[in-house]
């Protein structure tokens, strides 16, 4: 199984500024994903990242708000835009295991906007 | 599109029984993949145990093992001779076997284990 690490791995945020996450895979992997996790709440897919093309966005999130980076096969980054009080949240990564669909997930992100 | 739906929000069971937590779900796909995911307060997700459609045999991984009911829909994880270390919120998931490579979750179930 992959090791996933993402950076930072907490932090707090003023309104209308931006945060970039990093998340960094120990191999090379196809696809990375970003997943969005308010408290006590399932995930919710943000958007798929394969390296060499655009991320692809689920409903409900846009490429302005959430700009995505697949620069190489082991690295990705989020950035949470214009941020508000409602982008609270955790904030996952994950990449493709061996087996179709299988995901390994990395320690999460908590952001904290006021 | 394709749900998954955890009945329990929350369940909790004394150190060294046993406890089933279960998992529906609906599809109209005949090859799939089915996963529990398990995350402590820590917030790390760990991959506890996968099961692909097509294999009738139930999957297991030491204490974990699942019931899978493929007509009935039905994914249920079994936890023997419960650890404190395993209460965590644990997450059933879906993945199509087609080209698409997405996860669906559910909305998890928070087990507790007491001593």
């Known amino acids: 199984s992959a090791v996933i690490s993402q950076k930072p791995s907490r932090d707090i945020c003023q309104r209308g500024t931006s945060l970039t996450i990093q998340c960094q895979v120990d191999s090379q992997v196809t696809m990375m994903f970003w997943y969005r996790q308010q408290p006590g709440q399932s995930l919710t897919l943000i958007a798929t990242?394969?390296?060499?093309?655009?991320?692809?966005?689920e409903s409900g999130f846009v490429i302005d708000k959430f700009p995505i980076s697949r620069p190489n096969l082991t690295f990705s980054t989020l950035t949470v835009s214009n941020m508000s009080p409602e982008d609270s949240s955790i904030y996952l990564c994950?990449?493709?295991?061996?087996?179709?669909?299988?995901?390994?997930f990395g320690p999460g992100t908590r952001l904290t906007v006021l | 599109a394709q749900t998954v739906t955890q009945s329990q929000p929350e369940m909790s069971v004394q150190e060294a029984e046993t406890v089933t937590l279960s998992c529906t779900y609906d599809?109209?796909?005949?090859?799939?993949?089915l996963f529990w995911y398990k995350q402590p307060p820590s917030r790390q997700m760990i991959l506890v145990i996968r099961?692909?459609?097509?294999?009738?045999q139930n999957a297991t991984e030491n204490r974990f093992s699942v019931n899978f009911q493929k007509a009935a829909k039905s994914f249920s994880l079994k936890i023997s001779d419960s650890q404190l270390g395993d209460t965590a919120m644990y997450f059933c998931?879906?993945?199509?076997?087609?080209?698409?490579?997405?996860?669906?979750f559910g909305k998890g179930t928070l087990l507790t284990v007491n001593p």
């Open positions: 099961q692909e459609a097509y294999k009738q």
């Open positions: 998931a879906f993945g199509s076997g087609g080209s698409n490579y997405k996860l669906t």
């Open positions: 990242a394969n390296q060499g093309s655009e991320a692809t966005y």
């Open positions: 599809t109209s796909e005949n090859n799939y993949y």
């Open positions: 994950s990449a493709d295991g061996t087996i179709h669909n299988e995901q390994f």
